[in-house]
């Protein structure tokens, strides 16, 4: 590397690519350089708009970077990241990373052989909320789910456990540190004939289970989730960022047997429950996600996520996938 900001780019300035390109202009350990998009109106748009080069082809751009966005289309990520990679370039490649877990394994053993850094794109990570799930949450026993949107023909290339659901797979693998024992999966094609509502339950070696219900036919957008753990019950609107602990007030029964009972008068006033709300920063979780990636390779800071999680999480939404495919040959 000649310069000290890293140079960078993206490759797909579609929905998800333009937020990249925004974020990358306000990070100040980096220059952005350029952007590639075979749509020359999506590309010279932001040429325009942020005074950087444009390239129809991604191999142009990737003369010119140090680390590159890819947002492209799922279908066309192993192919642009295996150019990249060829190039020594690092990569934030947007989620899914492919849509085979073998081609996945072959970038990141890609990347460890160049030294180079290779994030997959789970922007919710570094959302608040989850944040502040990953500190409250300790042996969870029951985690619910639902992240339900309306149709849009713009997500038709993917169906909706690569393009919604793997959001909520990544978050739940990471808060249970567990094993899977066993997947139910239940689904339909509503719109598509793909997957467009499905419905999943995970049970753990720990014994947590977790049910999972995503669905891109609803006219509503509607995305919370609720833990239960011993000891709190935690309920998450992620659309409001509203976050509370619920917790039981200990009963009559277990303040006589730790002898805090100070008269039946008084329990009889004590709420049976007690609430308590959640503050969650809002910091732009794509830019905080940008910033780690710069920081990974400027600083060597460790990988938030480890290579392996990474593939976990791939791996479980691919399963999900199949089972959802043999539910519906079995009808
Ligand atoms: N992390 C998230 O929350 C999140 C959200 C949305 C999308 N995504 C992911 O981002 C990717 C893109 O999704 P999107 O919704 O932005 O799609 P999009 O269709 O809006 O954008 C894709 C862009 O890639 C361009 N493109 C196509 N072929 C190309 C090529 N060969 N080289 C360069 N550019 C090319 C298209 O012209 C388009 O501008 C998908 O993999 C999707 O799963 C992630």
Avoid: W
């Avoid at 794109?121 to 608040?128: A, D, I, L």
């Avoid at 990471?174 to 139910?184: E, G, P, Q």
């Avoid at 891109?216 to 992620?238: G, P």
């Avoid at 780690?292 to 460790?302: A, F, G, N, P, W």
Wanted: glycine share 4%; net charge negative; aromatic share 6%.
């Amino acid at each position: 590397m000649t310069e000290k900001r890293l140079r960078a780019g993206v490759i797909g300035v579609g929905r998800m690519g333009q937020f990249h390109v925004n974020c990358y202009s306000e990070i100040p350990d980096v220059k952005l350089v350029g952007v590639a998009d075979t749509n020359e109106a999506a590309g010279l748009a932001i040429k325009e708009k942020f005074g950087v080069e444009y390239f129809s082809d991604h191999r142009e751009l990737l003369e010119h970077v140090d680390v590159a966005t890819i947002a492209a289309p799922t279908s066309l990520h192993y192919e642009i990241a295996k150019d990249a990679l060829a190039m020594n370039t690092h990569l934030l490649v947007e989620k899914p990373i492919t849509r085979s877990y073998d081609d996945a394994r072959e970038l990141f053993r890609l990347a460890e052989e160049k030294e180079l850094v290779l994030h997959v794109g789970h922007v919710e990570r570094f959302n608040g909320a989850v944040h502040e799930l990953r500190e409250l949450v300790d042996d969870p026993i029951l985690i619910q789910s639902r992240r339900l949107a309306p149709f849009n023909q713009r997500m038709a290339s993917d169906g909706v456990v690569l393009d919604m659901m793997i959001h909520d797979v990544d978050i739940i693998l990471n808060l249970v540190n567990s094993n899977v024992k066993a997947i139910n999966v239940m689904g339909r094609s509503v719109f598509t004939d793909r997957d467009d509502v499905v419905m999943v339950q995970i049970m753990f070696e720990s014994g947590c289970m977790a049910t999972i219900t995503a669905s891109r036919a609803t006219q509503n957008k509607v995305r919370n989730m609720t833990i239960s753990c011993r000891d709190k019950y935690i309920k998450l609107n992620f659309a409001d960022q509203e976050m509370s602990v619920h917790r039981m007030a200990a009963s009559e029964h277990e303040l006589r047997a730790s002898g805090q009972d100070s008269g039946a008068k008084e329990l009889r006033y004590m709420e049976a429950e007690r609430r308590e709300r959640i503050f969650i920063h809002s910091h732009n979780p794509l830019k905080l996600e940008l910033q780690h990636l710069v920081d990974c390779i400027l600083k060597r800071t460790e990988r938030r996520v480890s290579v392996e999680k990474e593939l976990r999480s791939l791996e479980v939404a691919l399963l999900i996938l199949e089972k959802f495919r043999r539910f519906n040959d079995s009808e």
